[in-house]
C-alpha cells in the first residue's frame, strides 16, 4: 500500500529581501570579519585561461530605475567550453576558474560586476552547438523566485543566429534583450525586469 502524501502543506513561498545581499555578501556591503572573502567574488586567478573579460551591468524596475539591493549569480563554461562540475563528463574544466560567481549591486550605483573569461561554447542536449552564454540568476526584495536568464555576446553574430535556445525564442523583436554590448574586452548587460525593455527570462 502506498503512502499518502498530502498530510503536509507546502510552505509558503517568502520574498528574498531585503537582506539578502547582506547576508550573502558581508565584505561587499561592509561587514567584514564574517567571511575572509564573499564567496563568488572572485572566478579567475593569474593562471587561468582564455580570453579575459569583465561583465558590467544593472537590475532595472518597470521606470528604468536600478535596484540597489540585487544579488547577481553567473555559471558559466570554461575558454574550452567545460563545466567546471562533477557532471561534466566531456573533460576537465580549467582548474584555475571557478566557472561560478557572485555580486551584490552597489548600493549607489546600482551596478554588478564579474571579472571572468569569454565561455567557450558548450552542446545542446541534441548535440548542436550554443553561442557563448553566460547564465545568470537574480533575486532581489519582492522576487518571491529567482530569475533566470542568459547573457549572449554581441561580437558572436553568427553563432548567435544558430544558438537552438536563441531560435525557440518566439518574439524576435526581444532578442536583443539577450544579447551583452561588447567593446574589447568590456560587456554590458544591463536585465530589466518589467517594461518595454524587459529582458528575457527562462522558467527552469
Known sequence: MTQPLDYLKETPSQTA???????LTPNGCGI?????GD???????DRTLGQRITITGRVLDGTGTPLKDALVEIWQADAE???NSPSELRGT??????GWGRSACDGTTGEFRFETVKPGRVPF???RKMAPHVSLWIVARGINLGLNTRMYFGDEQAANAEDPV????????????????????ACRFDIHL??????VFFDI
Open 39 to 45: 564567496l563568488g567574488a572572485a572566478m579567475v586567478n
Open 17 to 23: 529581501g531585503p537582506y539578502v545581499h547582506i547576508g
Open 166 to 185: 536563441l531560435m525557440r525564442i518566439e518574439h524576435r523583436v526581444r532578442f536583443p534583450t539577450l544579447i551583452a554590448a561588447v567593446d574589447g574586452s
Open 194 to 199: 518589467q517594461g518595454e525593455k524587459e529582458t
Open 93 to 98: 574544466a580549467d582548474p584555475n576558474f571557478t
Open 125 to 127: 542536449k541534441d548535440g
Open 32 to 36: 567584514e570579519g564574517v567571511y575572509a
Open 81 to 83: 567550453g567545460l563545466y
